[in-house]
């Protein structure tokens, strides 16, 4: 495959695809279990958008790394026929929902990472990195936009909302280093100019992030620890349960279509 | 106390140019939720280009009652409609 295949070895492109692609896809699905189980029903729509946006920011980095990787496989094998220990997604996105406080917590670090991520690969020099990336750019602002504006209000909110912001800050906090982990996948791409070095992202995402607690009056744990393992593929217990509801259709009745 | 979150109307333009037309109602604790909540409930499918919340507590509305005495005057006058002119070709879209 030649064009802008030639940049970079296409096996280490295709890892890093995935690692975007199945961070979406597993965030998206997790996302998905609160339909028709929402507080309130404008949050339970709002919370289905969000989402379908993730799982269709999926399709297109999934896409790409299928037709990268030039074995046949598309977005479908890839999403529904690999095992957890093929999976690349942060551990942050497979954690369990919880409850509104925690999803929204845990929704709101990560599309502060994805903001910025996305907006460095708006000028990757591979031009389908930076078509996906302003796609997706303007929903993970939209994205951002609604769950910073929820941590504030629940954080400085009743003395209960508070309580649960700040446990699932506390739960979560040592899941978001992995974000800005950096290994030969990540120096390659960044090398050839196809993607920001995720390590570079960190002090803007620790600004937003202290801003947003600050007004919700919360506070980050002060540990640097980090859970680590999920882009390499060593997962936490939970991903396998969730294939197993996602993966089921196509696991029982392989190839079925509707 | 009262718990439940007051009711907003929503007015959606469709494109501009177009006035704000009402879609429907919702519930939201202050008016920027409100209208991120119509961005989520009634713009799923490009429907607008703008978004109004009102309070439905701040309209006033007619008496449904007072319905003949406000509505039914009109009925029977039919030359109040500028149906009865011809409008000139190079005159356009009115």
């Given at each position: 495959m030649g064009g802008s295949n030639d940049k970079i070895a296409s096996d280490i492109l295709f890892e890093w695809l995935l690692r975007r692609g199945d961070t979406v896809l597993v965030l998206g699905h997790r996302v998905s279990e609160w339909c028709g189980h929402s507080p309130v029903l404008e949050e339970d729509i709002a919370l289905a958008n969000v989402a379908l946006d993730l799982i269709g920011q999926a399709r297109m980095w999934l896409s790409l790394a299928g037709e990268v990787e030039g074995k046949g496989r598309g977005e479908n094998e890839l999403a529904y026929l690999r095992d957890a220990w093929d999976f690349r997604n942060v551990l942050l996105a497979e954690?369990?929902?919880?409850d509104f406080g925690k999803t929204l917590m845990r929704q709101f670090l990560i599309d502060t990472f994805q903001v910025l991520q996305l907006k460095e690969l708006?000028?990757?020099?591979d031009p389908r990195i930076a078509a996906i990336a302003a796609k997706a750019g303007k929903e993970a602002a939209y994205h951002l936009d609604r769950s910073a504006d929820l941590v504030i209000r629940l954080g400085d909110g009743t003395p209960e909302s508070h309580r649960r912001m700040q446990d699932a800050l506390d739960q979560l906090w040592?899941?978001?280093g992995e974000l800005f982990t950096s290994d030969e996948i990540d120096q390659a791409m960044s090398d050839a100019g196809l993607?920001?070095?995720?390590?570079?992202?960190k002090s803007e995402w620790q600004k937003t992030v202290d801003e947003v607690l600050a007004e919700a009056t919360l506070t980050a744990p002060d540990s640097a620890f980090a859970h680590l393992g999920g882009l390499t593929g060593r997962h936490s217990e939970h991903l396998g349960h969730l294939l197993a509801e996602m993966q089921f259709l196509q696991r029982a009745y392989p190839g079925a279509t509707w | 106390m009262k718990k439940e979150w007051p009711l907003w109307e929503v007015f959606i333009r469709g494109q501009h140019g177009l006035n704000h037309r009402h879609v429907g109602s919702l519930h939201a604790p202050d008016a920027e939720m409100a209208i991120k909540n119509a961005r989520d409930v009634y713009t799923r499918r490009k429907e607008g280009v703008s978004i109004w919340v009102v309070p439905s507590a701040q309209i006033s509305a007619s008496d449904p009652g007072a319905k003949d005495s406000l509505f039914e005057p009109s009925m029977d006058k039919i030359y109040r409609h500028p149906s009865f002119y011809d409008i000139p070709e190079d005159v356009g879209k009115m």
């Open positions: 954690q369990p929902n919880g708006e000028t990757s020099a040592s899941y978001t993607a920001p070095d995720p390590a570079s992202l | -």
